[in-house]
């Protein structure tokens, strides 16, 4: 599989190095009670606007207090004169003065204590010039929100590495997209970019899809076949949602990624493979680290570098950049987006993200009119009382798990419907949601697992 052309992107890519300014208070924390006493961390509005806080490498402030949870709390300043706290699920809760809290607005000298640990809130200066991408795009993710142009330097100088990646974020922000950006824009852009789902194939082929086989290797394999380790030599490898990985093949793609080799499936000769290997979750590793689901030495090895992508919802500005954006690409011509439209989509939570929104302006493009007056209003209608929500707010989920099992099931509704319309023809049910095929048929699947 090769990369696909990008020059008309070139420009853009390059152009996301310029830095302009805005203004932002810097704030700073500090533990002040704990292990880790005289640690700190600044916030002052530069990078991403998401900092977390735990025992995890991948937190920006690391702690050591082990009553703290890997993953704990998350500090984000989008440049307010308030920072905002989110607990993440921890083991033990987050307290803010004394009192617990799941979320929080923080100001100068607010005291938060984790586990054993007490962490101080201080003001640094009140406003101060910090850099800023002025780029609009990196790649084909496309994005002028501040959220998004905090993002833009630390993925150039990703793009021009070879260490492994991982990428998470919320089902539908674009890991994918920025998988293969990332690609285009780095070192490998002239070789393969090859893409393995792990939640497409049945556990039984996984092996055999990642190393390749050997013919007679097993019922069916009636030819020598390469894996997309071999397939995507010299170039990257995207693996999708590695979170769902089993268990019992995690020790093989560890050894695949230290040692740079792969034996296909009845095998016996080790053939040298070099390749990028970019992993995507919309999982919380951590979490599935604590729980014994994934293995710690792997994790460590696919996350020398993450990056989270942010929901739409925290983007602000781009629904209706992004909603202008998918209307000129996916053939609205030079007619604007219709005005309600463009209103209904800036007043919805999109919690399918951007592939949510570049489906309804597929679907608003595919059928004009008739989309106004039917499909469109039930989509962007909230749930009545008493439906789906009321039966997720009752098992008492922390809030990401929480918006997950709703999304599913808005997933599993809607694939049921349009099927039904359709007379069981998914290829036509496909088509009528603006999706493209392959993703319908991984949509199906999903829900049809998810109701067993």
């Known amino acids: 599989m090769g990369s696909k052309p990008h020059d008309e992107l070139s420009t853009e890519v390059r152009s996301s190095v310029d830095l302009g300014t805005t203004t932002a208070p810097v704030f700073q924390v500090i533990v002040t009670e704990g292990p880790d006493i005289g640690a700190r961390f600044a916030l002052d509005g530069s990078g991403p606007a998401r900092v977390l806080l735990g025992q995890s490498p991948a937190c920006g402030l690391r702690l050591t207090d082990r009553t703290v949870s890997r993953r704990h709390a998350a500090f984000h300043h989008g440049g307010e ?8 699920g921890s083991r033990n809760g ?3 003065n004394g009192v617990r809290v799941v979320e929080a607005f923080l100001r100068a000298g607010d005291v938060v204590r984790v586990g054993a640990s007490a962490l101080r809130l201080d003001l640094l200066e009140a406003a101060r010039k910090v850099s800023i991408s002025t780029a609009t795009r990196f790649g084909r993710l496309v994005g002028s929100s501040t959220e998004m142009r905090r993002l833009y330097p630390i993925l150039e100088r990703v793009a021009a590495s070879h260490v492994p990646l991982v990428i998470e974020g919320e089902t539908g922000t674009g890991k994918e997209l920025l998988a293969e950006s990332l690609h285009e824009a780095g070192p490998r852009a002239g070789k393969p970019f090859v893409v393995f789902d792990c ?30 380790f071999e397939l995507a030599h010299g170039g990257t ?8 990985l089993p268990l019992s093949l995690q020790p ?10 792969i034996r296909r499936v009845g095998g016996d000769k080790w053939i040298p493979v070099d390749v990028r290997v970019v992993s995507a979750t919309r999982r919380d590793l951590d979490a599935e680290v604590q729980a014994d689901r994934f293995r710690d030495d792997l994790f460590f090895r696919l996350a020398v570098t993450r990056v989270e992508l942010p929901p739409l919802r925290a983007r602000v500005g781009d629904v209706a950049a992004l909603a202008h954006h998918f209307w000129r690409e996916l053939g609205g011509g030079d007619r604007p987006v219709p005005y309600d439209v463009l209103q209904r989509c800036e007043a919805y939570s999109w919690p399918g993200n951007v592939r949510e929104l570049h489906n309804e302006i597929a679907r608003r493009i595919a059928l004009g ?3 106004s007056a039917g499909r469109a ?17 009752a098992l008492d989920l922390p809030l990401a798990r929480a918006r997950e099992k709703l999304l599913e099931e808005f997933h599993a509704r809607y694939v049921e419907r349009v099927v039904a319309q359709h007379g069981g023809n998914v290829t036509r049910a496909a088509a009528a949601s603006g999706v493209a095929h392959r993703y319908f048929q991984i949509l199906r699947a999903r829900t049809a697992s998810s109701t067993k």
């Open 377 to 393: 209003e039930a989509i962007f209608t909230p749930p009545s009382p008493g439906d789906s929500i009321d039966a997720v707010l």
């Open 81 to 88: 004169p308030e920072v905002q706290l989110h607990d993440l």
């Open 237 to 244: 490898l995207f693996i999708d949602e590695i979170g769902d």
């Open 369 to 371: 009119e008739l989309e």
């Open 252 to 261: 093989k793609l560890l050894r695949a990624l230290e040692r740079s080799e």
């Open 199 to 228: 939640t497409t194939v049945a556990p039984s082929l996984i092996e055999s899809e990642l190393f390749g086989h050997e013919r007679g290797a097993f019922t069916g394999a009636v030819a020598t076949r390469k894996g997309v």
């Open 94 to 96: 987050t307290y803010v």
